[in-house]
């Protein structure tokens, strides 16, 4: 075989002019060729995630809707070709100079040498400097359709068990589409979940900073890859203290706690207990009588048969149809009366028969994604008529956004504008999805010319300019329906494509379908969700307990998505039933459920409480005295307790409108409001009732406690209102001891 020499043409030439002339049999064929070419930095892999990096295309720099000081670029890097003629075009290229690329505004800028309001965010010499240098020398090359594209991140050495004061370096590994494979740890970016417990640099350096888990976000072109960090009290638990469990839930979150070297509280005495699961299941307090009564229950089981006997009351129809109507956003603006609540009355009626009948999770989803016809006849349309509004088209409504949030858990709602930040959702995606919704039609009306009709329009399969789907507005691409985990779906010219995301979301292997629900109710009962924010389900914000995760959804999939039974099992485990009062070993945990975690009641439930205990109903505009705020269909309905304490508006899907926080203008509404003086000091409310019949003062004191916070006074407490009765006047100690008592944290919060 010749010989083949890789030599510059030039060269080549000479050297062959200087050998001496060979000899025919002596010659020896060679070859000629120019060395290959080393191919200069790509746009879309090596320019594109160096901007990311520096932070020049986030949305505090460059990367926000206007751009920042007349240079803009596509958020995190969304639209490459958009950045790059951005930044290679506009203003005549003045960005770039191909003469001399040392002086490029790309490379002066961020290093400072020519004014620049984000500082200096780059150093001469520096890898990136060198990368973005070797761009500009190669003349600046644009992203083209054949570059590879990042197929997934690999973080290494994965999953790592640490100690305080421990660091480690993390490296991340990206396989492209061509099939090479490039070490990305200096142009990732990377964060933590919990930066009071692990924090992690720039260059991917993690440093525990306390005991506990935490997730490490690894972010490079669009993919997310994660990695636990875990530090365990260096004290470990005694096995007795993770012996006893009741059921698969205490197996796990008792698993995890050993692991993490937390102590478990005790369990819950009954009167903790009882008021706990009634304000939790029914949001009703339960009365004198029936704290009583369990008090004296001898059977083993009574726990057990107090949860079923909750499950069957009428408060827990009223109660679990408030967070259904909170989910599905049931509000009287763009209700079809527009001049009344009728259809958000008909809606919350409507939920309430699907919560009385212990209907499945899955098919309730399914009537309220695929409702049609007038309100009169479906109720359930009211959800379109909320989140599709006065929009004539289905991807400008908040209906893609709303029904991802709602029924998956995942909000896309930012991919309307750029690809999602912290997941894989692109922009595609979000028009892929929104193309389910592209034939939804409603006929709004004036309630005088008849009721609101939602219509799914039909696609004539003759007419191509009637296809089913969206055009993608930054690309100007037309998109077919189809679902987030990308997967074929084919929908028919007669199909109405909601039918066929109905089937795909509520399918049991979809685990978002099920685990938003799941991680809805188990916050709803323990305080904090195994994800949090609890309507943010995605890769790179994993579950606090992944084991307990599975368990749950396979008890809900199994169970044919019964959400009582799943209430069940959650108020039935030891886990739930633990106290609230914390040891010095678990005081600092917030996430892995070592006890239950007090909180404040919710409006609602706050508001009916103060009215049980006082026994002075709320009055509420246009309905009858007597009913409780937790039977209330409209959230729009004046009531300046229920908006102080933080009621849902219902205007999105996020669960964040609920608020929970304590704050200074309720205190002093509570304190020293007219609100529960008048409650206090009525004719015919409670205190009244009870000094005018035969009881006796210990018996007085003995059915206050009862009626607020559920649990007799302790004998010390006892002792001092016995001693103030007998130096000041009877009644208004009474008064005094009433106002104390429902203005108590114990009273305001669910421990």
Request: proline share 7%; net charge neutral; charged share 25%.
């Amino acid at each position: 075989m010749p010989r083949r020499l890789a030599l510059h043409g030039g060269i080549a030439a000479v050297l062959l002019a200087l050998t001496p002339t060979l000899h025919a049999q002596d010659a020896e064929p060679v070859n000629v060729e120019e060395p290959a070419k080393i191919a200069p930095p790509s746009f879309l892999n090596d320019v594109e995630p160096i901007l990311t990096r520096a932070g020049c295309n986030q949305g505090a720099c460059h990367g926000k809707g206007a751009g920042q000081n007349g240079f803009r670029l596509s958020l995190r890097g969304y639209a490459p070709e958009f950045d790059y003629a951005w930044i290679t075009r506009e203003f005549s290229g003045r960005r770039i100079n191909p003469a001399s690329p040392e002086a490029s505004l790309l490379l002066t800028k961020p290093l400072g040498i020519a004014p620049h309001e984000g500082g200096k965010v780059l150093h001469e010499g520096s890898r990136e400097y060198r990368v973005l240098l070797d761009w500009l020398r190669a003349g600046a090359p644009g992203p083209v359709k054949s570059d590879p594209t990042v197929t997934r991140l690999e973080v290494q050495p994965g999953n790592r068990l640490l100690k305080v004061g421990q660091e480690q370096q993390f490296q991340v590994r990206a396989e492209y589409s061509d099939g090479q494979v490039r070490d990305v740890t200096w142009l990732t970016k990377f964060e933590s979940n919990d930066a009071g417990m692990v924090d992690v640099s720039p260059a991917g350096v993690a440093r525990v900073l306390r005991q506990g888990e935490t997730a490490i976000r690894a972010t490079f072109q669009g993919l997310v890859s994660v990695v636990i960090v875990t530090a365990p009290h260096e004290q470990p638990v005694k096995p007795e203290l993770l012996a006893k469990k009741n059921n698969f839930i205490d197996e796990h979150v008792f698993n995890k706690l050993g692991a993490l070297g937390i102590e478990p509280s005790e369990l819950s005495g009954d009167e903790e207990f009882i008021r706990r699961v009634f304000l939790d299941a029914i949001g009703t307090l339960p009365t004198p009588t029936e704290v009583r009564a369990f008090l004296a229950d001898q059977r083993a089981d009574k726990r057990a048969q107090l949860i079923d006997d909750l499950l069957k009351r009428p408060e827990f129809v009223d109660y679990w149809a408030l967070q259904l109507a909170d989910l599905f956003q049931n509000r009287r603006e763009r209700d079809h009366d527009v001049r009344g609540t009728k259809g958000v009355r008909s809606f919350h009626q409507w939920l309430r028969q699907q919560v009385a009948a212990n209907r499945p999770w899955n098919e309730l989803a399914h009537d309220v994604l695929t409702a049609k016809g007038h309100t009169g006849e479906q109720p359930a349309i009211g959800y379109y008529i909320v989140v599709v509004g006065e929009k004539r088209e289905a991807e400008q409504s908040e209906v893609v956004a709303s029904v991802a949030q709602a029924f998956l858990g995942t909000r896309i709602g930012c991919a309307q504008c750029h690809n999602h930040p912290l997941e894989k959702y692109t922009q595609d995606d979000y028009y892929h999805f929104a193309g389910f919704f592209s034939r939804v039609k409603l006929d709004r009306k004036d309630p005088k010319q008849g009721p609101t009709v939602l219509r799914v329009a039909a696609r004539d399969p003759k007419q191509e300019k009637n296809p089913i789907g969206v055009t993608q507005p930054r690309t100007g691409q037309f998109l077919k329906p189809q679902p987030l985990d990308r997967s074929a779906t084919p929908v028919e010219p007669g199909d109405d494509p909601r039918e066929k995301l109905a089937v795909w979301m509520t399918d049991p292997k979809n685990e978002y379908f099920s685990g938003a629900m799941v991680n809805r109710i188990w916050r709803h009962y323990l305080g904090v969700g195994l994800v949090e924010p609890v309507d943010d389900l995605r890769a790179s914000n994993p579950p606090t307990n992944p084991e307990l995760w599975q368990a749950l959804n396979r008890e809900f999939v199994g169970k044919n998505f019964d959400l009582q039974n799943l209430m069940r099992v959650i108020l039935n485990s030891r886990t739930y039933q633990l106290t609230s009062a914390t040891k010095p070993a678990n005081a600092a945990d917030t996430r892995f459920y070592s006890h239950y975690y007090a909180r404040r009641l919710p409006a609602e439930v706050f508001n009916d409480a103060l009215s049980q205990s006082t026994e002075i109903p709320e009055g509420y505009p246009g309905y009858p005295l007597g009913v409780r705020a937790i039977q209330l269909p409209d959230p729009g309905l004046r009531s300046y307790f229920l908006t102080m304490f933080g009621r849902s508006e219902r205007v999105t899907a996020c669960a964040c409108e609920r608020s929970g926080e304590v704050t200074m203008p309720q205190l002093l509404h509570l304190q020293n409001g007219q609100t529960v003086v008048q409650k206090i000091r009525a004719a015919d409310g409670r205190l009244a009732k009870l000094l005018k019949s035969k009881l006796t003062d210990d018996q007085i004191i003995e059915e206050l406690f009862l009626a607020t916070l559920t649990r007799l006074p302790s004998p010390d407490t006892l002792a001092t209102i016995k001693k103030s009765l007998a130096e000041d006047q009877r009644e208004e100690v009474f008064r005094d001891l009433f106002w104390a008592l429902v203005n108590s944290k114990e009273f305001a919060f669910n421990h």
